[in-house]
């Protein structure tokens, strides 16, 4: 199944530290782009975070977003300790008194100034970490998800847009002959104007209609353009495969060019510019696969 390279995943647990919520975006890049946005507590953890991202995206833009609502637990581990405000403000008032001050003036405003704020909950342990692969590991699943969901629309679109190259470059094939037909009474019709047919009129004819078959023939471009197509159709069946499409389609518009730039009838020029609004159509498609 193809991929595409824009999507969205979210999943959110209930762990001992807290409510986790992960949030996975990504959008169109050549390569793999990664950003990651974590708590203070779970920064040690970006390593991580990066290796799992990598494992299950090749391309793209990937953004990640991890939110942190502290559990009750944690939230009382963050407070200070109520005994030591006790003896703080003691400590303190004693110092007023000694130094001619009101005591009255310690507070708790003026204590929590010379308050030491030390926790245990500022780095999140490896135990967290268990937690932490677990919430982002669904939402890379719902990530993958969508992203497949989309390949699939893709996939059927491209699917349809080839279809109609194949059945244009059978018209173009139908019609190269007659080119070569109308080059040869065109020619017929200039040389009897400036000379009386004959023999060596004739002849003279021959080789240049010769020369401007050779010149004019698109059988080599009509069958390198059914391999590259073939060879797409292959790709739509999935993988990793947006760089291979790209360049396959590549190769289809030099051999629509090379058709154009070879044929004088106006029906294939007409041909040569349907196909090169489909492959254009594709190309945009095949940007954002992954």
């Known amino acids: 199944m193809l991929n595409s390279m824009t999507g969205f995943g ?51 833009g990937v953004s990640v977003r991890v939110f942190l609502i502290p559990s009750s637990r944690v939230i009382e581990g963050l407070l200070p300790d ?44 490896d135990e967290d970490l268990t937690s932490l692969h677990h919430c982002m590991t669904e939402a890379i699943k ?15 679109d491209m699917a349809g847009r080839i279809k109609e190259l194949e059945r244009t470059i059978d018209e173009v094939e139908k019609h190269a002959p007659d080119t070569t037909k109308k080059m040869r009474q065109k020619l017929l019709e200039k040389m ?25 023939d698109v059988t080599e471009e009509v069958t390198r353009f059914r391999s590259h197509a073939a060879q797409f159709k292959i790709l739509l069946k999935g993988g990793i495969v947006g760089r291979k499409m790209d360049f396959l389609i590549q190769e289809m518009g030099r051999e629509v060019n090379t058709i154009g730039s070879k044929s004088m009838e106006a029906k294939i020029a007409h041909l040569v510019v349907e196909m090169k609004s489909e492959l254009e159509k594709i190309r945009e498609q095949v940007q954002n696969i992954e």
Request: a neutral charge; hydrophobic letters at 45%; zero cysteines.
């Open 10 to 60: 979210r999943a959110v647990i209930d762990a001992p530290f807290g409510r986790l919520t992960v949030e996975i975006q990504s959008i169109n890049r050549k390569y793999l782009e990664v950003l990651v946005f974590l708590p203070k507590e779970f920064s040690r953890f970006e390593h991580e975070v990066r290796k799992w991202v990598g494992e299950a995206v090749s391309r793209g």
């Open 82 to 125: 109520v005994v030591l405000l006790k003896e703080l403000k003691k400590a303190w008032e004693k110092i007023a008194r000694e130094i001619g001050g009101d005591p009255k003036g310690i507070d708790l405003p003026f204590i929590m100034q010379y308050f030491p704020m030390q926790s245990t909950q500022d780095v999140a342990s």
């Open 142 to 156: 719902a990530l993958i998800a969508m992203k497949q969901t989309e390949g699939k629309t893709l996939a059927q």
């Open 192 to 216: 009897e104007e400036l000379l009386k047919a004959g023999p060596e009129v004739e002849e003279r004819l021959l080789r240049e209609v010769a020369v401007f078959a050779e010149r004019v």
